[in-house]
């Protein structure tokens, strides 16, 4: 393989990073990765060579140093542990290599440690941005005021959320099952509140816990929830308006201002991003929903501001699916802004847009109803999600945060999470080499739920079938399937064309869609 353009690019970043060029070190940087992620694909395992191996840790260790560079304590943290977690695997992996081929690769990471090291000697901890580091000595988030003595808040009400991550659809707050991932990098957090019983563990896991593992669950916190973000009183707002829009969703209250459900959905939007719920706004756009928030939102119903100057003029809309079919439900969004922001909170789809204007005309270029737009001026509309809709918006997500997270750019960035109920053989599977070996390899996708459905159906009916007895056994539409098929063939065409080598569709897609 002809690592020469890696190389040269490595040359060039470390230097700007030398020179202390900080707008040099972010565009050699960025093209170093561009490089990298071009240059840097492995037919298989005997490819990954010491040398290989040492090329790999030194792109990653200079991407640290700009990060070091920029200054970011939590950040460094994380890359600095992502690259040294590497480092493990790999030698664990590959025992057989002798003593002179890690030489190299020792030096560099014992210079990465040095130079993280030195950063922290450098910088002290109250550098920290507020809002990654949460002690109780914090401001709070919304008054900037008051301390943020409240812990266990729910960045997503748990209103909208309850039935999806309660084990038994009961609701209740301690039967949560929970699952808090890094797509690409396989790493997985669960939790399983307090009273959820041994059977339903047995149940999701095939196995009880054992007393070692009983022991750290209960000292795990809810994923679902953050401690330090808000104040008592603060906390006691954002329960105002959750419990009057729970009581304008159950039809306890037929006559509201449609100011609240305004309110409270510019709310979640908000929480969820300062919170690292997936979800992530600009942060002029942060502010302005703060801003909006804390101006407005009241210990009282009657004192909640609905004045619309003080309102900010956004605009959001709302879809919910009746059937999900067997889908993994939970808090998905994208990890990076979007226009709109997007975010699937169990069965619903949100999208929000920080001006009317731009909401309006967004509609109308995209052939969307405006008149389905919410502005907080009407009673609030509620559309019909199609599955297939649902389906794709999901997707969407998956697919830009799967390519986002496997970006070496941003390689064990702290964003990088996806929030879903926990369930037995739940989320989607890794397909190819190991992810450690390269980050970036196209040829590792993921295999939607629905896809290996089919899949494992078709298997095990050795291909002779009818589409009428495939759609009975799997619980699709022939319409769904088609769909459903398409969007795969065309992943692997992107890989095909990407890589610019013969990578065959799968033959049950192919006798599928002649059959469709």
């Known amino acids: 393989m002809d690592f020469s353009r890696i190389l040269t690019q490595l040359d060039l970043t470390n230097q700007a990073i030398a020179d202390n060029n900080h707008d040099n070190a972010e565009d050699f940087g960025k093209c170093l990765c561009d490089v990298y992620e071009e240059d840097f694909n492995l037919e298989s395992e005997k490819d990954f060579t010491p040398e ?67 950063f922290y000697y450098r910088e002290t901890i109250g550098s920290i941005p507020p809002k990654q580091l949460r002690t109780p000595e914090c401001r709070c988030l919304l008054c900037g005021k008051s301390k943020a003595n409240k812990t266990g808040s729910h960045m997503v009400p748990h209103l909208l959320i309850g039935d999806v991550f309660s084990y038994d659809g009961s609701t ?36 009880s816990f054992t007393d070692e593992e009983i022991e750290k669950e209960i000292a795990k916190k809810n994923i679902l929830t953050r401690d330090y973000y808000f104040c008592e009183e603060c906390e006691k707002r954002f329960g105002v308006i959750e ?11 037929k006559d509201y201002p449609p100011q609240i459900p305004y309110l ?46 003080k309102l900010g003029y956004c605009a959001y809309l709302i879809g919910k699916a009746e059937n999900t079919r067997d889908e993994t439900l939970g808090i998905l969004a994208f990890h990076t802004p979007t226009k709109p922001y997007m975010a ?47 389906w794709f918006a999901k997707r969407a997500i998956l697919d830009a945060n799967w390519e986002d997270e496997r970006n070496i750019w941003n390689l064990g960035a702290e964003r990088n999470k996806t929030v879903a109920r926990y369930e037995a053989g739940n989320g989607e599977e890794d397909q190819g080499f190991p992810n450690w070996l390269n980050t970036t390899n196209d040829r590792i996708m993921m295999e939607p739920r629905a896809i290996r459905k089919i899949r494992e159906w078709i298997e095990a009916h050795s291909g002779d079938y009818t589409i009428e007895e495939l759609c009975s056994g799997t619980g699709y539409t022939p319409e769904e399937i088609y769909n459903f098929l398409h969007y795969w063939e065309g992943k692997n065409k992107e890989i095909e064309e990407k890589q610019k080598r013969t990578q065959r569709i799968a033959p049950f897609l192919e006798e599928l869609l002649e059959k469709l």
């Open 52 to 118: 290989v191996a040492r090329i790999q840790f030194d792109v990653l260790k200079t991407i640290l140093d700009i990060h070091i560079m920029r200054g970011d304590p939590l950040d460094i943290s994380i890359r600095a542990g992502q690259l040294w977690k590497r480092y493990k695997e790999t030698r664990e992996h590959f025992p057989q290599w002798a003593d002179k081929d890690w030489e190299p690769i020792d030096d560099i990471i014992y210079r990465s440690y040095l130079a993280t090291n030195d």
């Open 264 to 309: 409270f959905w510019l709310s979640v939007a908000w929480r969820m991003s300062i919170g690292g719920m997936g979800f992530k706004m600009d942060e002029a756009h942060d502010e302005k929903l703060r801003s909006i928030l804390d101006k407005c939102l009241a210990l009282k119903r009657d004192d909640i501001v609905v004045q619309q100057s």
């Open 172 to 207: 209740d707050r301690e039967k949560v099952v929970a699952e808090e991932s890094s797509l690409a990098g396989g790493e997985k957090s669960r939790y399983f509140g307090h009273e959820v019983y041994d059977d339903t563990v047995q149940n999701l896991m095939g196995r």
């Open 243 to 253: 419990s009057y829009y729970a009581e304008i969703l159950s039809g306890l209250i």
């Open 344 to 390: 699937l909170i169990g069965k619903r789809l949100f999208r929000l847009f920080t001006s009317k204007s731009t909401a309006i005309s967004f509609c109308k270029r995209n052939g969307w109803a405006v008149d389905e737009l919410n502005f907080g001026d009407a009673p609030e509309k509620v559309g019909a999600l199609s599955f297939l809709d649902f």
